[in-house]
C-alpha cells in the first residue's frame, strides 16, 4: 500500500515536471519569436532597406543573414549598419569582417543602448541585438521608425564610412 502511494507521488512529479519544462520552453521560445520573425523578414527583403545600429555583432547568426542579405545581387536590398567604434576591435566582433566583404558601415560616438534593426518598413529593438544569439526583441511602432530613419539619415551623412583597406588594417591589429 505505501508503495503504491509512493509510485503515484512519483508519477504525477513527473507530469508536473513535463508539464513545468513544456511551460518553460514555450516562454523561451516566444521571447524569441520577433528575433525568429526579424531574421525572417531579413533573408525576404527584396528591392527593400536594412538598417541596424548595433554597439557590435557577436552574434555569427545574424552577422550571416546581414552577409548573405548583402551579397544577394537578386534582391538588390540597400544595407548600413551604425556601430560604435571601440566595440569593433573586440575579438569576437563580426564588424570588420562585413566591411571586408564592403557592407557600408560607419562609425558614430554615441552611448550604448538598445539595438534597432529597420528592414523595410518593419523594425525592432532589443537592448542585447547583435551582442548575443536569440536576444529578447520587441517591434517599434511608426513613430519610432521615423525618428530612428532621421536619426540613421544623419549618422551616415555626418561620418565617414569604414573602407575594406581599413577593415582589413584593423583586423590585422586584431588578431595580433
Same mark, same amino acid.
Given at each position: ?46 528591392? $527593400? #532597406?536594412? *538598417?541596424?545600429?548595433? @554597439? ?5 547568426? /545574424? ?7 548583402? %551579397? ?53 529593438? $532589443? #537592448?542585447? *541585438?547583435?551582442?548575443? @544569439? ?5 517591434? /517599434? ?7 530612428? %530613419? ?27
Amino acid at each position: 500500500m505505501l508503495e503504491q502511494s509512493a509510485r503515484a507521488a512519483a508519477d504525477s512529479m513527473r507530469k508536473c515536471l513535463l508539464i513545468l519544462a513544456g511551460l518553460c520552453s514555450s516562454v523561451s521560445s516566444a521571447q524569441n519569436s520577433e528575433y525568429e520573425r526579424m531574421l525572417e523578414a531579413l533573408e525576404v527583403s527584396s528591392h $527593400g #532597406r536594412v *538598417l541596424i545600429f548595433a @554597439p557590435t555583432i557577436f552574434d555569427i547568426h /545574424l552577422a550571416n543573414s546581414i552577409r548573405q542579405t548583402y %551579397l544577394d545581387r537578386v534582391r538588390n536590398t540597400k544595407v548600413k549598419l551604425v556601430t560604435i567604434q571601440y566595440y569593433n576591435y573586440l575579438a569576437k566582433s563580426t564588424i570588420l569582417s562585413l566591411a571586408v566583404i564592403n557592407v557600408p558601415i560607419y562609425e558614430v560616438q554615441t552611448p550604448a543602448a538598445d539595438g534597432i534593426i529597420i528592414i523595410d518598413n518593419q523594425g525592432w529593438k $532589443g #537592448r542585447n *541585438l547583435g551582442k548575443v @544569439p536569440n536576444p529578447n526583441m520587441e517591434r /517599434l511602432s511608426v513613430q519610432e521608425i521615423n525618428n530612428m %530613419l532621421l536619426w540613421f539619415n544623419k549618422a551616415t551623412g555626418k561620418n565617414t564610412r569604414i573602407t575594406q583597406y581599413e577593415a582589413l588594417d584593423r583586423l590585422k591589429q586584431v588578431l595580433k
